[in-house]
T-cell receptor, first 108, second 123 residues
Framework: ETVLTQSPGTLSLSPGERATLSCRAS???????VAWFQQKPGQAPRLLIY???SRAAGIPDRFSGSGSGTDFTLTISRLEPEDFAVYYC?????????FGQGTKLEIK | QVQLQESGPGLVKPSQTLSLTCTVS??????????WSWIRQHPGRGLEWIGY?????????NPSLRSRLSISVDTAKNQFSLKLNSVTAADTAVYFC?????FGSGSYFPDYWGRGTLVTVSA
């Protein structure tokens, strides 16, 4: 089973700044099977990125994903107030889903 | 618009069985391009994938829950269900039912979620 480790645990930034969130897999994975989600308090998660770099429908272009092998990154180019939330990476492999533990993006 | 709605008891006694049903609208549970999942979130914690089912009845379970878990589908009612046996306080969580849509190259990702239902295990 692949373990996903996200860093940092908490990221404190101001609106307008650039956010870089990391997701590291315990073994090499196929980027096709990596996704990112955003979750706001009291809400269900929302799919942002699939296939490591493809934006889901309706996701603003300030969100981008990249990476390969064991290292994957979610970048938010210019933070908007509504972007402060918890972000999770996900790996779909061997017919299983594995989530990272999450990164909380908070307002500085 | 695809919508999913969880239903079931919000309180379950320890050692009993947690049972939830998800009613799907806006998509057929018999779709060949969807799997149907359960995901849970312990209070203040991260997301844990429980398992999913295909309309044929094929299931995939989280290995850590497999011995206590059963997921089934009712195509006539466009519903799928979760049963988790021998629950303890550690099973207290918000339970989400989810559609895993097909995103190409053999990949499926959760793209539509129910609002989630809190299930508390307590005597």
């Amino acid at each position: 089973e692949t373990v996903l480790t996200q860093s940092p645990g908490t990221l404190s930034l101001s609106p307008g700044e650039r956010a870089t969130l990391s997701c590291r897999a315990s073994q090499t994975v196929t980027s096709t099977y990596v996704a990112w989600f955003q979750q706001k308090p009291g809400q269900a998660p929302r799919l942002l990125i699939y296939g490591a770099s493809s934006r889901a429908a309706g996701i603003p272009d300030r969100f981008s994903g990249s990476g390969s092998g064991t290292d994957f990154t979610l970048t938010i180019s210019r933070l908007e107030p509504e972007d402060f939330a918890v972000y999770y990476c996900l790996h779909y492999g061997d017919s299983l889903h594995t989530f990272g533990q999450g990164t909380k993006l908070e307002i500085k | 618009q695809v919508q999913l709605q969880e239903s079931g008891p919000g309180l379950v006694k320890p050692s009993q069985t947690l049972s939830l049903t998800c009613t799907v609208s806006g998509d057929s549970i018999s779709s060949r391009t969807s799997y149907w999942s359960w995901i849970r979130q312990h209070p203040g914690r991260g997301l844990e994938w429980i398992g999913y089912i295909y309309h044929t009845g094929t299931t995939y379970y989280n290995p850590s829950l497999r011995s206590r878990l059963s997921i089934s589908v009712d195509t006539a009612k466009n519903q799928f269900s979760l049963k988790l046996n021998s629950v303890t306080a550690a099973d207290t969580a918000v339970y989400f039912c989810v559609r895993d849509g097909y995103f190409g190259s053999g990949s499926y990702f959760p793209d539509y979620w129910g609002r989630g239902t809190l299930v508390t295990v307590s005597a």
